[in-house]
């Protein structure tokens, strides 16, 4: 069934050279084969192993120094999170995707603070994880209206004349980027409404990210101010 | 500069008033006692040694006489006739109520007390404030026509008077001395243990506990009013006579300064050059009465005194300028206290030095009394208040314990409501992960196994998607918490696929977030379910092309422009059936209104609701 032998030592060279190597680490079998298959729709994108646990990846990772990971979270030795931040800390250019049946909130955010850039939907078409994926690469960052609705309950309102300026604050123009992507507008009819490019856009939604990881204490004050300790 | 002619105004008003009352006093009239004469008039000679220097001439009673001398001492007679009380074995008493300031009197040429102005003997003796009485034993006395000189002398600054007097039976007037000698005597010695008492408690309250210079003001010019009472009780303490007026006179001035300063302190008004100047001038004063020669300590002393009368003036002037640091209470019975003393020693000043004929000598006692009101008032009107301070402390005290235990209260509460929110969270958590990767995993892994089986049932695939799609709204439910328009966005994600595979354009109009009134979890995945339904049955059954979905506040609508379908017939064949009965039946629950128009044209879906 599988158009090429993935689940085997790749024979890719260094990131970079040729189509970009991606790791699937995902321990059902199935969903396993359906995401290579899509990855491999792609000519810009190849393959370069499939691990159904923790200890498989790693292996797989060392050898291979794949280009994208995308990992599943719940895996039979451990957490995705682990490999996700083996990425961020990896010498070569490594980005991370999560793969998630609906996208749960809470282990969904923990990922993307270890450094994954969102998450694919395992119901997601065949063609929108590969496009995805080089969005990725392409320094883009997906969005999606929950991871949305997270940043804008974590990071608050938007800075104001009378708020100090600080890294941490959504601008007036994220918040209302985000806002209308928690409500499920796609970037092009957000760029249509805001009368922006697509481009900028992306960049909006990139200063978030950013500004998530410089912020990973902000959650810890929402959270405590919320259960009414501050 | 407004605040002290204002002062100075209302205090030469309250002078001037009291001093129309005391004028308009007259004196006492002298009051019949049985068995005994009394004397409204009187022969009256000034005396030069032991004999009349003028002829006698007849005065009402009383009278009073300035003292023509510049030096030593100046003597009187007052001559009268009386008749004998009773048999020769009797006793006819002779009662002076009033005069001053030293006495001697002789019967039929007999002298019978001593004479106090004896040579050697240069002393005050102020008499003027007790009575005097005479007992002559009858067996030295005509039953009619005895003559009786009464003379009375003084020191040049003091003056002479004399009252009506009675002659008559010894029993009856010696009970009349008595009864004045208590109230006279009496009451100087009252006063003096009173003004020692309280100037001892206010100094001891300063010393203890307050620290408030106010107490230690008023406590020393009790005790300088102590210092003036005791010239009143116990005669010639310092035997030379100059002194002695020094002293009580500074003490008298000290006074004054001390409640000055009282009044700055209680009032806040400061003022610390005025009263500085005014203690130099007071301490310069004593030692000018101390140098002046003889002849002219008579003027010094008056100088002197109208020296503190003004200052006395300055402190009314201050009391009232400043009436603002204090309870208009407090201010007035001050004000009223401290303006009668002023009045008092002023009409007592005129008298002596300008008017010689002008007040009674006696109301000049009444001034310790009156500063002996001003200083309980002070006491127990600052006790007063000190007592309603600590209630009103007490009170506000324990308001702040109910509040704050209140808030305790809450706290705890809160705190226990969080632990059992967390713990029914952490729950929650725990099925949805169970959910998401056991059960949700498992369906996406069959699916992808069935895609890539060629020939597989495609009622099993749909129905394992919409199973997925089903699950999916209830984690978002519990994970998008309150933000219906997030729901909604998710909800587009998901069905994307199926959009794509029925090539369908979205329309996505979600203007605002939609507020169902009273909306938890369970509600919200209800209304998402109806709309979830209304678009896949567009997608699926009317071959729309395009789907447009609106949210505002109050409603949600999903229209299509497919080939519609009579609602009714629908029904009754029942395919679709089962998801519009589904639908209504949500709604209902909901209590959201449920519009469903359909025509060939499309369907619209509406979803409304009221605030």
Not at chain 2, 274 to 282: D, E, F, T, V
């Given at each position: 069934m599988s158009p090429r032998g993935f689940d085997t030592d790749g024979k890719d060279g260094p990131a970079g050279s040729g189509p970009h190597s991606v790791l699937i680490v995902e321990d059902q079998e199935h969903t396993a084969t359906r995401f290579a298959r899509a990855v491999e729709v792609s000519p810009e994108l190849t393959v370069c192993g499939v691990a159904r646990d923790l200890a498989h990846a790693w292996m797989l990772f060392e050898t291979h120094r794949p280009r994208f990971v995308l990992t599943d979270l719940g895996l039979p030795d451990g957490s995705g999170v682990e490999i996700i931040l083996a990425a961020a800390r990896a010498d070569w250019a490594c980005d991370c995707m999560v793969i998630s049946v609906f996208g749960d909130r809470q282990r969904a955010m923990e990922a993307i603070r270890a450094g994954a850039r969102g998450y694919l939907l395992k119901s997601d078409p065949v063609e929108e994880v590969s496009r995805q994926i080089l969005e990725v690469i392409g320094g883009g960052s997906p969005m999606n209206p929950k991871i949305a609705r997270y940043l804008l309950d974590t990071m608050g309102p938007a800075v104001t004349d009378t708020t100090p300026p600080g890294g941490e604050r959504l601008t007036q123009r994220e918040h209302e980027v985000l806002s209308l992507i928690a409500r499920g507008y796609k970037r092009r009819e957000i760029a249509e409404m805001l009368n922006i490019s697509v481009g900028t856009v992306g960049i909006h939604i990139n200063n978030t990210y950013k500004k998530l990881k410089v912020g990973t204490n902000i959650e810890a004050v929402a959270r405590a101010s919320k259960i009414g300790l501050l | 500069m407004r605040r002290i002619l204002a002062g100075l105004g209302a205090s030469a008003l309250l002078v001037v008033v009291l001093m129309g009352l005391i004028v308009l006093l007259p004196d006492p009239p002298g009051r019949d006692i049985d068995g005994a004469t009394l004397f409204r008039t009187a022969a009256f000679c000034p005396l030069e040694g032991e004999t009349?220097?003028?002829?006698?001439?007849?005065?009402?009673?009383?009278?009073?006489?300035?003292?023509?001398?510049?030096?030593?001492?100046?003597?009187?007679r007052f001559s009268v006739e009386f008749d004998r009380f009773g048999e020769t074995d009797g006793i006819t008493?002779?009662?002076?109520?009033?005069?001053?300031?030293?006495v001697s009197i002789s019967v039929n040429g007999w002298r019978q007390t001593p004479e106090p102005w004896a040579p050697g003997a240069e002393r005050a003796f102020h008499h003027w404030h007790r009575p005097f009485i005479a007992m002559v034993s009858n067996a030295l006395l005509e039953p009619q026509g005895n003559r009786l000189n009464i003379d009375l002398a003084a020191q040049v600054y003091q003056g002479i008077s004399l009252s009506p007097l009675y002659t008559g039976d010894a029993a009856a007037l010696d009970l009349a001395y008595q009864k004045l000698m208590i109230v006279r005597v009496g009451m100087a010695r009252i006063n003096l243990s009173l003004v020692g008492l309280a100037g001892g408690a206010l100094l001891l309250f300063w010393l203890i506990h307050y620290r408030d210079p106010a107490y230690l003001w008023l406590g020393l010019a009790s005790l300088a009013s102590a210092a003036?009472?005791?010239?009143?009780?116990?005669?010639?303490?310092?035997?030379?006579?100059?002194?002695?007026i020094t002293f009580w006179n500074t003490a008298a001035a000290l006074q004054v300064w001390c409640l000055?300063?009282?009044?700055?302190?209680?009032?806040?008004?400061?003022?610390?050059?005025?009263?500085?100047?005014?203690?130099?001038?007071?301490?310069?004063?004593t030692v000018g009465l101390i140098l002046l020669p003889t002849t002219l300590f008579s003027p010094g002393i008056a100088a002197y005194q109208l020296g503190f009368l003004v200052l006395a003036l300055v402190m009314l002037t201050v009391l009232v300028g400043w009436r603002n640091g204090t309870q208009p209470l407090n201010f007035a019975v001050l004000f009223g206290l401290y303006g009668l003393s002023t009045t008092l020693a002023l009409s007592q000043w005129i008298s002596r030095h300008l008017w010689f004929d002008w007040a009674p000598t006696l109301l000049a006692s009444i001034i310790p009394v009156v500063f002996v009101l001003s200083v309980l008032w002070v006491i127990f009107y600052e006790l007063?208040?000190?007592?309603?301070?600590?209630?009103?402390l007490t009170a506000s005290l324990q308001s702040t314990i109910d509040e704050k235990t209140a808030e305790l209260q809450m706290s705890y509460e809160r705190l226990a409501a969080q632990s059992k929110l967390q713990a029914v969270d952490e729950e929650r958590q725990r099925i949805l992960l169970d959910l998401h990767d056991g059960i949700g995993g498992q369906l996406v892994n069959m699916l992808a196994y069935m895609s890539t089986r060629a020939g597989t049932d495609s009622v099993l695939e749909t129905a394992i998607e919409d199973a997925l799609r089903d699950m999916g709204l209830m984690i978002d439910s519990l994970e998008a918490g309150d933000s219906i328009a997030t729901q909604l966005g998710l909800l587009r994600g998901r069905l994307e696929p199926l959009f794509k595979a029925h090539r369908v354009d979205l329309v996505w109009r979600i203007r605002a977030e939609p507020g169902l009134p009273g909306s938890g979890p369970s509600q919200n995945l209800t209304l998402l379910r109806i709309v979830q339904e209304a678009i896949t049955n567009a997608v699926r059954h009317a071959q729309a092309r395009t789907i447009t979905i609106t949210a505002t506040e109050r409603s949600i609508s999903v229209a299509d422009d497919g080939h519609g379908f009579d609602p009714e017939e629908v029904g009754r064949r029942g395919r679709h059936g089962?998801?519009?009965?589904?639908?209504?039946?949500?709604?209902?629950?909901?209590?959201?209104?449920?519009?469903?128009?359909?025509?060939?044209?499309?369907?619209?879906?509406?979803?409304?609701?009221?605030?």
């Open positions: - | 009349c220097s003028a002829a006698p001439e007849v005065v009402p009673l009383p009278h009073r006489v300035r003292s023509p001398v510049q030096e030593g001492i100046h003597k009187v008493a002779i009662y002076l109520p009033e005069f001053s300031d030293a003036v009472c005791y010239h009143w009780v116990y005669p010639n303490v310092i035997a030379n006579y100059r002194h002695w000055l300063s009282f009044v700055c302190m209680r009032l806040h008004a400061g003022l610390p050059r005025l009263r500085l100047g005014s203690l130099i001038a007071i301490a310069a004063g007063g208040r000190s007592i309603s301070r600590y209630e009103d089962i998801g519009l009965t589904g639908m209504k039946r949500r709604a209902r629950a909901l209590g959201v209104t449920l519009d469903i128009a359909s025509s060939p044209a499309g369907t619209r879906v509406d979803l409304s609701w009221s605030a």
